[in-house]
């Protein structure tokens, strides 16, 4: 499996404010999602991060709102803009290699928004 | 469509089974089953791919009905470590790299 590492672990945020999370994985990957985690629930995709082109995004998900980098097949970023309380949540960041069906998971990022 | 997991929660002593289900309403291509301890990134467990296959890891095994669009997970002889939620990951078809979710069940096993 990858070494996937997300940055920051938590952050505490005002409402209004932009965060962008970071995920770095150790070996180069074809697939990469960001996912969000609302407390008690399941995981909702958020979008896939495609490499050197836009993100594509899943039905109640827009750019404006959540826009993502990937700029090589290591790195990836997820912006969480104009927060409200309800952005708070968990942001993990799944990993999948070329020719493989799994997918891996970061260890997330814990986002409260105040 | 996001699958659905039954039950949402079961309680178990030490050393009893369980089961899992996971039901869709479209035709899966295949099924993921991760476990999620508390305050953890999910765990990837297993893969069933097309083909009504059944596989397993230690005393976790899996089993895949293509016609009842659906997945089961199988714990037996449960240990504390077995504590966590349960999710399926569903995909829909060959061509597609993202996993839909299912509901997730709750497991706790207590000694």
């Known amino acids: 499996s990858a070494v996937i590492s997300q940055k920051p672990s938590r952050d505490i945020c005002q409402r209004g404010t932009s965060l962008t999370i970071q995920c770095q994985v150790d070996?180069?990957?074809?697939?990469m999602f960001w996912y969000r985690q609302q407390p008690g629930q399941s995981l909702t995709l958020i979008a896939t991060?495609?490499?050197?082109?836009?993100?594509?995004?899943e039905s109640g998900f827009v750019i404006d709102k959540f826009p993502i980098s990937r700029p090589n097949l290591t790195f990836s970023t997820l912006t969480v803009s104009n927060m409200s309380p309800e952005d708070s949540s968990i942001y993990l960041c799944s990993v999948g290699r070329p020719g493989g069906e799994t997918q891996y998971f970061g260890p997330g990022t814990r986002l409260l928004v105040l | 469509q996001q699958p659905v997991q039954s039950p949402q929660a079961v309680i178990l002593r030490e050393g009893e089974d369980a089961v899992i289900n996971c039901s869709s309403s479209?035709?899966?291509?295949?099924v993921h089953w991760y476990r999620q301890k508390h305050g953890e990134a999910p765990v990837f467990l297993m893969i069933?791919?097309?083909?009504?296959e059944q596989k397993g890891h230690e005393k976790i095994s899996a089993s895949f009905n293509e016609k009842k669009q659906q997945s089961s997970l199988y714990l037996t002889a449960s240990q504390l470590s077995y504590s966590g939620t349960y999710f399926c990951g569903t995909k829909y078809g060959g061509a597609t790299n993202k996993l839909i979710f299912g509901t997730g069940t709750l497991l706790a096993v207590q000694p």
């Open positions: 070996s180069q990957v074809t697939m």
């Open positions: 991060a495609n490499q050197g082109s836009e993100a594509t995004y």
């Open positions: 479209k035709a899966l291509y295949s």
């Open positions: 069933l791919l097309k083909g009504g």
